[in-house]
């Protein structure tokens, strides 16, 4: 069975830190662009950063320079979000999505999945 696993969401203080993970099962992602998404209730869903797991080229959301790192292990088939400095406004339910055949930008700024995970929640909050 194809799919995306997320992990690592949970409930921080602002100015904390978290790191989530996203894991295929099923095919490989070397050839695959991946991208973390999120969705607060009544916003609509924003790219938040995006890599190739090809060449490890990345993109990031303005909203998250600085704060966030996104990284790849190929050889556990495995994207990482490491998200520091965390405020109220990163609170949203964090998607992982994989597609072929698209830049890291396009990717994150005008997505087509070919897969997507269940999300993992986020809050920040004191």
């Known amino acids: 069975q194809l799919q995306l696993v997320e992990s690592g969401g949970g409930l921080v203080q602002p100015g904390g830190s978290l790191r989530l993970s996203c894991a295929a099962s099923?095919?490989?992602?070397?050839?695959?662009?991946i991208g973390w998404f999120r969705q607060a209730p009544g916003k609509e869903r924003e790219g938040v950063s995006c890599i190739s797991m090809s060449d490890g080229s990345t993109y990031y959301a303005d909203s998250v320079k600085g704060r966030f790192t996104i990284s790849r292990d190929n050889a556990k088939n495995t994207v990482y979000l490491q998200m520091n400095s965390l405020k109220p406004e990163d609170t949203a339910v964090y998607y992982c999505?994989?597609?072929?055949?698209?830049?890291?930008?396009?990717?994150?700024?005008?997505?087509?999945?070919?897969?997507w995970g269940q999300g993992t929640q986020v809050t920040v909050s004191s």
């Open positions: 999505a994989a597609e072929t055949h698209t830049t890291v930008q396009a990717m994150c700024v005008n997505p087509e999945y070919d897969y």
């Open positions: 099923g095919f490989t992602l070397d050839y695959y662009a």
